[in-house]
C-alpha cells in the first residue's frame, strides 16, 4: 500500500508539469495570434487565456483527491488541443474585427470550455468507478444512435455548408454526434469487455486465424455499420473515420488480435477507394489534400462544406 501511495502522487506532478508547459504554449500562441493580425499584444487575450488556465488547474487539483490514479496525460493533451481550437476562432475574430468587443465567437468557445470542465468535475463526484457504465451498455448503444439520427430529422435538423451535423432546439444549436461519440464508446468499451473472451479465443479457424462467432462479433458490427451509414448521410466523413479509428483501437484492446486490425485496414482502404469514385465531395477532397494550391480542385468539386 504505500509504495501505491508513493506511485499516485508522480503521476499528478507529471500531470501539474505538462500542464504548466500548455498553459505557456497557449499563451505564446495568442500572443503570436495578435502580432500576426493586429500587429500589437493587446490585454484581452489575457481573458482567453486566463479563464481555461484557472478551470484547468482547478480540475487538475480536483484529479489529486477524486481520481488520483487516474492517467496523467488525459488532462494536458485535451488542454492544448481546446487550446489550440480557441486560438483558431480567436484568430478569426481578430481577422473579422481588430475591436476587442467582436471577438464574441472566441469568447462563446471559452464559455464552453467552462462548462465542459464542470460536467467533467461533476462526473468525477457523481461516478465512483467506471466499471458502473457497464450498467448501461445497450442504453448508450440507443442513446447513440438517436444522436447521430437527431440532425437528419426535417423539423430540428439544420443544415450548415451542406453538412447535416446541427440541430436547432429554440436558441440552443448544437452537435448531437459529439455526444454521440460518447455514448457509442462507451458501448463499444462496455460490450467489448463483457465479451473479450468469446472475441478472442471463441470461432472457428479459418487459414490459420480465429474467427468469432456472428452471435458475438454481429451487434457491434452493426451498430458501427449503422453509425458511419448515418455519418455518410450527414457529409460528415471526418467523423466516420474518427469512429472508425475508435472501433479497432477499442476491438485491438479488448481482445489483443492483430487480425481485426488489418482486417479493418483492408476495409478501409477499400471503402475510401470506393467513396473517392461515387461521391465528388470525397473524391475533391483527397485531389485538394495532394494539391492543396490548386484552385481548380476547389472550384470543380463540391467539398460539402
Known sequence: MASRVRVM???????????????GLYAFELAQVQLATIFILRADAWLFWWLPVLAATAFHILLRYRASDADPLLLPITFL???????????LDLVKSASAIDNTVGLRQVMWTMVAIVLGATVLFLVRSHLSFRRYIYI????????????????????????????????LSFQPGELAKIALTVFFAGYLTSRREALA???????????????????IVFIWLASLAVLVLQRDLGT????????????YV????????????????????????????????LDGWLDPLSDTNYNVYDFGF
Open 254 to 285: 479488448a481482445t489483443g488480435r492483430v487480425f481485426y486490425v488489418l482486417v479493418g485496414l483492408v476495409m478501409f482502404v477499400a471503402g475510401a477507394l470506393v467513396a473517392s469514385r461515387l461521391m465528388s465531395y470525397v473524391g475533391g477532397r
Open 9 to 23: 502522487p508522480k503521476k499528478r506532478n507529471l500531470e501539474l508539469i505538462m500542464l504548466l508547459f500548455g498553459f
Open 240 to 251: 466516420s473515420l474518427l469512429y472508425f479509428g475508435l472501433f479497432l483501437v477499442l476491438i
Open 201 to 219: 479465443v471463441v470461432g472457428r479457424k479459418s487459414f490459420g486465424l480465429r474467427i468469432p462467432p456472428a452471435r458475438e462479433l454481429g451487434p
Open 81 to 91: 488541443l481546446n487550446s489550440l481550437g480557441i486560438v483558431i476562432i480567436y484568430r
Open 140 to 171: 448508450s448503444m440507443a442513446a447513440g444512435v438517436v444522436l447521430l439520427i437527431l440532425p437528419l430529422l426535417p423539423v430540428i435538423g439544420k443544415t450548415v455548408s451542406g453538412a447535416h451535423l446541427w440541430v436547432n432546439l429554440g436558441p
